[in-house]
Structures are given as C-alpha cells and as structure tokens.
C-alpha cells in the first residue's frame, strides 16, 4: 500500500474544476515535506507541474494549482479542458523509509 | 537545452543483468542530482535511486537494494544504473531523471523518454 494515497480517477466536464487529492501520513506530508505534482499525457513520459507544494513549473498555465495542510494535500484543475486528460502523481519525501514515495496516481478524464 | 537520453533496456531472463545508460546534456551534470524511476506496464511510478550532483552519494530504494548499483560517469556525462538478480516484477520503463539542485532529495525537474526492461524466461 502507497504511504502517499491518490483516488484511482476523477472526471469532469470541460470547463468544470476537478481535485484531485494526496493523502499522506505523518512520516511525509505530516512531516512538513513538500508535495510536488506530475502530469503524464496518454503514451508519454511525466513532466514536473508543481513543486514545493504551490509552484508552477515554467510553462504551466494558472488553471492548475497546488495546496497542502496537515497530511493532506490537492491539485485543482480548473476551467478543465480536453488537453487535461492524463494521469497525475503526487511526490514527497518519507522519512520512514528515507526515500521518495509516490502516489499511485489518479487518472483525469474529461467527459 | 536539459536533455536526458536512456537507452540499454532490453529483454533478460530471470536472474540476469543489464546496464541502464543515460547520456545527459544540456547542463552541468555534478552540479545536479540525477535520478532512476521506474514505472511497471501499466502501473504508477517508483523511484528506485539517485546520486547526489555536490558529493557522488547513492540512494536507493528497499526494493532494489543490493541488486542495483547507480553510477556516473563524469568524463562522458553518463548515468549508468546496473540491474542485477532481476526479477519479473523489475518489469518496467525505466525513466532518467534530473533534480531541481544537487540535493537527491529535489524534485524531478526534467525526464527523460524512458527505455523499457523486461524481465521474462
């Protein structure tokens, strides 16, 4: 089992804001580590989309956005568009296993 | 430009070993961490190990430990990962990445394209 716990799939209709959650423990988030985000497109590889729990990677429009509190953190997509269908991936560092965990990623699909 | 380029996956038996290469260009490779995730057919991502960029210091996770060596090469810009004892379950694309500053603790600032391992009698 995944120390950093996302849902399987989210969807929404374009337009629509969707969340997608990262629920940690305290050994990861809990532990005040930074959540970064991932976006993998159908068939490529992930890119970086937001680190430091907040920060846009260069070239990330303003629609997705990033927050963190307590063991828990989100990545909210708004005004969501075809383009946005891909998997997502939550990151941080774990200090029990001392190494990085990810989520098992939640996929988006625009309905 | 931040290029990584894998390449040495293949197919290998139980048991056997394979070399993981991944040339990187496009920036000053001991002045960054450089890392190894893996993601299984069809499944999410793993991180697997990292070197520091300052100190040449390895990481790596529980489930390849002792079986996986990370390495560079400094003369050619080369990050190596040796796969040994494998197992199915080593099954994956193996994707090069490189961190945000030296620290293997930064986030994946740039990946590269992945090469694929699969481990099958």
């Known amino acids: 089992q995944s120390l950093l716990t996302q849902p399987p799939s989210v969807s929404g209709v374009a337009g629509q804001t969707v969340t997608i959650s990262c629920s940690g423990t305290s050994s990861n988030l809990g532990a005040g580590y930074y959540v970064h985000w991932y976006q993998q497109l159908p068939g490529g590889g992930p890119k970086l989309l937001i680190s430091g729990n907040t920060d846009r990677a260069a070239g990330v429009p303003d629609r997705f956005s990033g927050s963190k509190s307590g063991t828990s953190a989100s990545l909210a997509i708004s005004g969501l568009k075809a383009d946005d269908e891909a998997d997502y991936y939550c990151q941080s560092y774990d200090g029990s296993v001392r190494g990085w965990v990810l989520g098992g990623g939640t996929k988006v699909t625009v309905l | 430009e931040v290029q990584l380029v894998e390449s040495g996956g293949a197919l290998v038996q139980p048991g056997g070993s394979l070399r993981l290469s991944c040339a990187v260009s496009g920036f000053t490779f001991t002045a960054y961490a450089t890392t190894w995730v893996r993601q299984a057919p069809g499944q999410g991502l793993e991180w697997v190990s990292a070197v520091s960029g300052s100190d040449g210091s390895t990481h790596y996770a529980e489930s390849v430990q002792g079986r996986f060596t990370i390495s560079r090469d400094t003369s050619t810009n080369t990050l190596h990962l040796q796969l040994n004892d494998l197992r199915v379950d080593d099954s994956a694309v193996y994707y090069c990445?490189?961190?945000?500053?030296?620290?293997?603790?930064?986030?994946?600032?740039?990946w590269g394209q992945g090469t694929r391992v699969t481990v099958s009698s």
């Open positions: 990445i490189r961190g945000a500053d030296s620290s293997v603790w930064s986030y994946f600032e740039h």
